[in-house]
T-cell receptor
Framework: GQGVEQPDNLMSVEGTFARVNCTYS??????LSWYQQREGHAPVFLSY????GLKDSGHFSTFLSRSNGYSYLLLTELQIKDSASYLC???????????FGSGTKLTVEP | NSKVIQTPRYLVKGQGQKAKMRCIPE?????VFWYQQNKNNEFKFLIN????????QIDMTEKRFSAECPSNSPCSLEIQSSEAGDSALYLC???????????FGKGTRLTVV
C-alpha cells in the first residue's frame, strides 16, 4: 500500500509557531498537498508543493524534500483558531488520486 | 472557499437500504473524485471521473457502490445495500485536470443503523 505518516497530535502556544511533519513512502510522486480540516467539516486546501525547498505563503509555509520522502507545514504567529487537524496528501501520477495521512490534530493554547 | 456542493449533508439509512448522495463540482471542473473518511479520519479513495468517464475505481466501488457523472446533471454516489461499516463521511472533490489542486465539498455524513 501507499504509506503517508503523520503524528497524531501536536500542541503549541498562541503567538508562537507549529511544524506539522509528514513522511511518505509511495510508488511514485506527483506532488503533495496540505489541507486543514475542522471536526465534522470537509478538508480545506492550503498548499500544494511538487519541487524541493520551502514555499512561503505567509501564515502557512510548506517544505518538501523528495529524496527523503518528507514534508512539513509551518504555521507562524499561531492563533487559537488555528486549532484543527492538518492533513498531508501525496498525489500519485495515476489520475490525480490523493493518498492521505490520518492527520495531525493541532491544539493551540493561550 | 470551495464551491463543490454536496447533498444531503446528513443521511440516515437502515442496513440493506439504498443510500444516494449527490455532488455538483466546481463550475468548469471536469475531474471529480469520491472519497470515504471513516471515524478514525482515514481516507479511502473510491472513484474518479473525467467528464462522464470513469478514470479509476477501487474494488469496493465495483460491487455495492455505483457512481456516475452525467452531463448537465449532478454527479452521484449510491450504495446499493448499506452496511454498518459504510457509516462515514463521503467527500466529493473536483479539479481542473488531473495535475492541479483538488477542492473538496462539505461532505455527506452517512449513518447506517
Amino acid at each position: 500500500g501507499q504509506g503517508v505518516e503523520q503524528p497524531d497530535n501536536l500542541m503549541s502556544v498562541e503567538g508562537t509557531f507549529a511544524r506539522v511533519n509528514c513522511t511518505y513512502s509511495t510508488s511514485g510522486f506527483n506532488g503533495l498537498s496540505w489541507y486543514q480540516q475542522r471536526e465534522g467539516h470537509a478538508p480545506v486546501f492550503l498548499s500544494y508543493v511538487v519541487l524541493d525547498g520551502l514555499k512561503d505563503s505567509g501564515h502557512f509555509s510548506t517544505f518538501l524534500s523528495r529524496s527523503n520522502g518528507y514534508s512539513y507545514l509551518l504555521l507562524t504567529e499561531l492563533q487559537i483558531k488555528d486549532s484543527a487537524s492538518y492533513l498531508c496528501a501525496v498525489k500519485l501520477p495515476n489520475y490525480n488520486v490523493l493518498y492521505f495521512g490520518s492527520g495531525t490534530k493541532l491544539t493551540v493554547e493561550p | 472557499n470551495s464551491k463543490v456542493i454536496q447533498t444531503p449533508r446528513y443521511l440516515v439509512k437502515g442496513q440493506g437500504q439504498k443510500a444516494k448522495m449527490r455532488c455538483i463540482p466546481e463550475k468548469g471542473h471536469p475531474v471529480v473524485f469520491w472519497y470515504q473518511q471513516n471515524k478514525n479520519n482515514e481516507f479511502k479513495f473510491l472513484i474518479n471521473f473525467q467528464n462522464q468517464e470513469v478514470l479509476q475505481q477501487i474494488d469496493m466501488t465495483e460491487k455495492r457502490f455505483s457512481a456516475e457523472c452525467p452531463s448537465n446533471s449532478p454527479c452521484s454516489l449510491e450504495i446499493q445495500s448499506s452496511e454498518a461499516g459504510d457509516s462515514a463521511l463521503y467527500l466529493c472533490a473536483s479539479s481542473w485536470d488531473i495535475n492541479t489542486e483538488v477542492f473538496f465539498g462539505k461532505g455527506t455524513r452517512l449513518t447506517v443503523v
